[in-house]
């Protein structure tokens, strides 16, 4: 029933900002985990970010914090990705993931709800 759709990529230079965002149709709950992911050709999907129920708790793959930050709006049913000062290495299809339950590990293999992705393309 759940859908997530994922928009806000683009190309942008080396040091510049994007923010994805992820909105959801059919009915989601506060208490769900939000996640993303992402996967750049040839590499396997891998963690990004985490919020969890109360959008307190975050988690971060170590080469992005500092500069991504990832939110919820419950009342909009939309998760966001702030990033900034992106780097080529942050190149990848994004995706957004739920999971109706508590998720505290960044694997991919956890979440039930995926987006198709957004393409994010960063110039040197």
């Known amino acids: 029933q759940v859908q997530l759709v994922e928009s806000g990529g683009g190309l942008v230079q080396a040091g510049g900002s994007l923010r994805l965002s992820c909105a959801a149709s059919?009915?989601?709950?506060?208490?769900?985990?939000w996640g993303w992911f992402r996967q750049a050709p040839g590499k396997e999907r891998e963690f990004v970010a985490r919020?969890?129920?109360?959008?307190?708790?975050?988690a971060y793959e170590d080469a992005v914090k500092g500069r991504f930050a990832i939110s919820r709006d419950n009342a909009k049913n939309t998760v966001y990705l702030q990033m900034n000062s992106l780097k080529p290495e942050d190149a990848a299809i994004y995706y957004c993931?739920?999971?109706?339950?508590?998720?505290?590990?960044?694997?991919?293999?956890?979440?039930?709800?995926w987006g198709q992705g957004t393409q994010v393309t960063v110039s040197s």
């Open positions: 993931a739920a999971e109706r339950n508590w998720v505290e590990a960044a694997s991919a293999r956890l979440y039930s709800y």
């Open positions: 059919g009915r989601t709950f506060s208490s769900w985990t």
């Open positions: 919020i969890n129920f109360n959008g307190g708790g975050t």
